[in-house]
């Protein structure tokens, strides 16, 4: 399995602890993140998991919490050119969320628990080319939330201690 982690902060206490793992950074954003998967499937075939950190649009979810993403859409596009895509690779033991990928923080909720900025690109080149994937984000902020009122690192601990506790060599 390939990890896949928008920025080295987010993917470094984990490489420290983990240097085994294949973790990959694929940028910031859709385009970034369809870059990366394209060059990665070119000649690997493997499961891809993007984790990360996301902002909350529902305040049930608490900063720090760990979730799986089972369906992400681009938040950003009319209706009737929206799509919904939906996880390949189950994740256990966390609860299950929707996602909107936005391009700017903030965005309409429009039914979904979450918001990032790199999984509905994911989903749409794995689901494009058959590969499995799937995405778990801790959350460190509420949408809309000022800047200085999140909690990145609480997430980000958060977010290495459950990607150590998965059954990564299963997959």
């Known amino acids: 399995m390939i990890l896949l982690f928008p920025t080295e ?60 993403v089972a369906e992400e859409r681009f938040a950003y596009l009319s209706s009737g050119y929206d799509r919904t895509y939906r996880t390949s690779l189950e994740i256990e033991g966390l609860p299950s969320v929707c996602s909107n ?30 590969i499995r994937c799937g995405e778990i984000r801790a959350i460190s902020n509420y949408v809309g939330e000022e800047r200085s009122e999140w909690d990145i690192p609480l997430a980000l601990e958060r977010l290495t201690d459950t990607i150590l506790n998965l059954k990564l060599e299963e997959e």
């Open 101 to 130: 990928t936005v391009s700017h923080c903030s965005m309409k909720a429009d039914g979904a628990d979450i918001e990032n900025m790199e999984g509905a690109a994911l989903f749409a080149m794995a689901q494009a080319e058959g």
């Open 9 to 68: 902060l987010e993917a470094a206490k984990l490489k420290a602890l983990r240097p085994d793992l294949d973790i990959r950074i694929c940028g910031i954003g859709a385009v970034e993140t369809a870059t990366e998967v394209a060059r990665i499937l070119r000649t690997e075939r493997q499961p891809l998991l993007l984790c990360g950190i996301a902002g909350a649009y529902d305040h049930n979810l608490k900063k720090g919490d760990v979730v799986a």
